[in-house]
T-cell receptor, first 113, second 114 residues
Framework: GDSVTQMEGPVTLSEEAFLTINCTYT??????LFWYVQYPGEGLQLLLK?????DKGSNKGFEATYRKETTSFHLEKGSVQVSDSAVYFC????????????FGPGTRLSVLP | NAGVTQTPKFQVLKTGQSMTLQCAQD?????MYWYRQDPGMGLRLIYY???????DKGEVPNGYNVSRLNKREFSLRLESAAPSQTSVYFC?????????????FGDGTRLSIL
């Protein structure tokens, strides 16, 4: 079945550092890819998405590019802030897959001032 | 502009007690979902409802029941709570199930079973 793999956390960075969180997927169909962010005590919020190969999703300084050849959707930000501290989930939506959404285990990011 | 609303936000139960988690959405979405979130395991789908009047099992349905009361509301019931059901429960909704639109989440219910 479909699956999403994320890099193990936690990730700890200093403010203004460069961020990369790796995400790779397996899918039977042609999925859409998403990054969600979860702040402490809150639900998941959509951060960005990409629906086809080579699409780049972006929001709030975060970017991720849909790479079909490497089945990857890595999240990047050039300069992180303390307010970016959260858990980040990579997810896919495969119309050919019964339950539609599959989430990765999440990566906790802590940004220190 | 509420989106997805879950009640209660916190609950403590004793083993064997029952309770119902409530979820309502005001976005006119057809599909609704219940997930549980456990440390290191991401979100696991318990049940979903592709449209009003239909429900289907997800990855971890044992010990749970659901009711799609109407288009807006989707409840999750624990008939006899067990410590293994201690978790954070999230409700989500989306436009038609087999589309590439994102799911929208509530803020969660934090449930502890003693």
């Amino acid at each position: 079945g479909d699956s999403v793999t994320q890099m193990e956390g936690p990730v700890t960075l200093s403010e203004e550092a460069f961020l990369t969180i790796n995400c790779t997927y397996t899918a039977t169909g042609y999925p859409s890819l998403f990054w969600y962010v979860q702040y402490p005590g809150e639900g998941l919020q959509l951060l960005l998405k990409a629906t086809k190969a080579d699409d780049k999703g972006s929001n709030k300084g975060f970017e991720a590019t849909y790479r079909k050849e490497t089945t990857s959707f890595h999240l990047e930000k050039g300069s992180v802030q303390v307010s970016d501290s959260a858990v980040y989930f990579c997810a896919l939506s495969d119309p050919n897959y019964g339950q539609n959404f599959v989430f990765g285990p999440g990566t906790r990011l802590s940004v220190l001032p | 502009n509420a989106g997805v609303t879950q009640t209660p936000k916190f609950q403590v139960l004793k083993t064997g007690q029952s309770m119902t988690l409530q979820c309502a959405q005001d976005m006119n979405h057809n599909s609704m979902y219940w997930y549980r979130q456990d440390p290191g395991m991401g979100l696991r789908l318990i049940y979903y409802s592709a449209s009003e009047g239909t429900t289907d099992k997800g990855e971890v349905p044992n010990g749970y029941n659901v009711s799609r009361l109407n288009k807006r509301e989707f409840s999750l019931r624990l008939e006899s709570a067990a410590p293994s059901q201690t978790s954070v429960y999230f409700c989500a909704s989306s436009v038609p199930r087999n589309s590439n639109q994102p799911q929208h989440f509530g803020d969660g219910t934090r449930l502890s079973i003693l």
